[in-house]
């Protein structure tokens, strides 16, 4: 996945200085809205524990007897935390669709043994002409060999039922990373403007399959460095509208998931000199950004926010950098006190120490690959709330 952050913004160059305060304007629109086909105002986070993969935990084996072995033991000691911590499984081909149904048995098994509701993240990526600008996360699907039908029929619809059938469950599924982002700002792109229709058409059908009460959408929103310039906002929000409306009358989403694989911090202690001209500088204010153009649109203003993997400050030269940037370390644990009432939830939906490709910090393995070194340098520089003990992550 590859970014293409647009600088028509620029022009707004003499009004940036100052962050955006939304609150009142927000709370004014929310007034007057007309009632909209949207889900009852209720987080479905709240109260629920992160489903945590123990297939993810298991690789993470290898980086606590890594870092054992060099005698780093306090270190060490966290990755136990890490390894309890919820993260997104992602779906991202036919033969994935196994991964729901193992997904579903362990978040059955661990709430029976902990008594705890779990929430089951999922992400939903396989449109046919999938990764349009970039080719670097090509899917199984094209348009021109019938995938539109193939995605329906054999993806799409199997996906619904699993996750319709298992009603003692909640899941938060996210629908195609990057996709709109691309419809956005890539139409330039042959490929892009090729496939656009696909892609509407797709994230609409899943959107109209998936209204379960059990299961929450969020459309992906690409990231504050991508979508959150001001040129950019309506434009994306308007295609979100478009999509929406092409679901049908009465289909509803809970909201927008952000930052899905990237690096940039939630709440953003230095702010980086390449988000100057923005004023969504880190990923909280690219919601706030965003949440009066949605409203605008009567689209939901909520919003999961990945923090699966955060930079440090000055690990990048410019905010298009997004493969196995270094130095990095887990961000905040999931959490719903996220300090902003459009977010609904803090949420770790990269699994931290996948490879992003070939590229970025030395060594790195093929996209997907697990890079033991990064997984090490991931949990030396957690953020403190992975591994406080008396911050259970919630
Ligand atoms: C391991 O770390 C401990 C505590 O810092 C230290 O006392 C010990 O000498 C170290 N052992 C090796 C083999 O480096
Ligand atoms: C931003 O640029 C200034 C001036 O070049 C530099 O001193 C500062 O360290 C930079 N900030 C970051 C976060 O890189
Ligand atoms: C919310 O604000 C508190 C107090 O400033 C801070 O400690 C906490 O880390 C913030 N939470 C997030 C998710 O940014
Ligand atoms: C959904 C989304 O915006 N994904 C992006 C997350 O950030 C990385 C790094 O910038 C991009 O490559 C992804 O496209």
């Known amino acids: 996945m590859k970014l293409f952050p647009m600088l028509a913004a620029l022009t707004a160059a003499g009004t940036v200085s100052v962050a955006p305060s939304s609150s009142s304007s927000t709370k004014k629109i929310r007034q007057e809205e007309p009632a909209v086909p949207v889900a009852a105002d209720i987080n479905p986070f709240a109260g629920k524990t992160p489903f945590a993969n123990p297939a993810w935990a298991a690789k993470l084996e290898q980086t606590y007897n890594a870092l054992v072995a060099k005698n780093q033991t306090s270190v060490a000691n966290r990755v136990r935390k890490v390894q309890k911590i919820g993260t997104f499984v992602w779906v991202a081909d036919r033969a994935g669709l196994a991964n729901i149904d193992t997904a579903i048995a362990q978040a059955r098994e661990a709430q029976k043994k902990t008594g705890q509701p779990q929430i089951v993240g999922l992400v939903l990526y396989n449109l046919p002409d999938r990764d349009c600008s970039a080719g670097e996360s090509a899917g199984e699907l094209s348009s021109a060999a019938n995938g539109l039908e193939i995605y329906k029929n054999e993806f799409i619809k199997p996906y619904a039922e699993k996750v319709a059938a298992a009603t003692d469950l909640t899941f938060a599924i996210v629908l195609e990373p990057d996709s709109l982002g691309n419809l956005v700002t890539n139409m330039g792109v042959e490929f892009c403007a090729q496939a656009a229709d696909t892609y509407r058409a797709g994230i609409a059908h899943a959107i109209a399959s998936l209204q379960y009460d059990n299961v929450h959408l969020y ?171 008396n911050c259970s992550p919630k």
Request: a negative charge; glycine letters at 12%.
């Open 219 to 389: 459309i992906d929103a690409a990231h504050g460095g991508w979508l959150g310039w001001d040129g950019n906002l309506p434009k994306a929000a308007a295609e979100f509208a478009e999509v929406l409306k092409l679901a049908g009358p009465g289909k509803k989403i809970r909201g927008f998931a952000t930052n899905v694989s990237n690096y940039n911090p939630y709440a953003a202690l230095v702010r980086e000199n390449y988000t100057q001209w923005s004023h969504s500088w880190d990923e909280s204010n690219y919601a706030t950004s965003l949440t009066p153009h949605l409203e605008e649109l009567g689209l939901p203003a909520h919003f999961i926010i990945d923090q699966g993997r955060v930079h440090l400050p000055g690990a990048r030269k410019e905010w298009g950098e997004w493969c196995n940037v270094a130095p990095a370390g887990f961000g905040p644990a999931p959490t719903t006190v996220t300090n902003n009432t459009v977010v609904d939830s803090i949420v770790w939906i990269k699994p931290g120490g996948e490879s992003d490709g070939q590229c970025g910090m030395t060594g790195a393995p093929r996209a997907g690959q697990w890079f033991d070194e990064y997984a090490q340098m991931l949990v030396a520089n957690a953020d403190p709330s992975v591994y406080k003990s």
